[in-house]
Nanobody, 124 residues
């Protein structure tokens, strides 16, 4: 079982930056691929980024490519999402998720564990 808690969300002006953290419990977390998803009001949850178990592979959604960076520190059981050049359309609740496989996926149905989410609001 893996329990995940996101932090780092908040209110930021357009063009600004935030770093989200996802702290996980469970000794097996370091072997799991992890992803970030987001859900804006009235919209479906969408894939943002994912990272393989050892950080060797990363993948980004088109809307965040070049602006967001995902990383992980397995010794700390933590995954990060560095968000730069934020836009108003990045406003959403951001969720981290882990899948009990080592490689990444963009499909939320393939993730087994989810955090409760953290709100990111970008003012224009």
């Amino acid at each position: 079982q893996v329990h995940m808690v996101e932090s780092g969300g908040g209110l930021v002006q357009a063009g600004g930056s935030l770093r989200l953290s996802c702290a996980a419990s469970g000794r097996t977390f370091s072997r799991y691929a992890t992803g970030w998803f987001r859900q804006a009001p009235g919209k479906e949850r969408e894939f943002v980024s994912a990272i393989s178990w050892n950080g060797g592979r990363t993948y980004y959604g088109d809307s965040v490519k070049g602006r967001f960076t995902i990383s992980r520190h397995n010794a700390k059981n933590t995954v990060y999402l560095e968000m730069n050049s934020l836009k108003s359309e990045d406003t959403a609740v951001y969720y981290c998720a882990a899948r009990s496989k080592s490689d990444i996926s963009i499909a939320e149905s393939l993730y087994d564990y989810w955090g409760q989410g953290t709100q990111v609001t970008v003012s224009s």
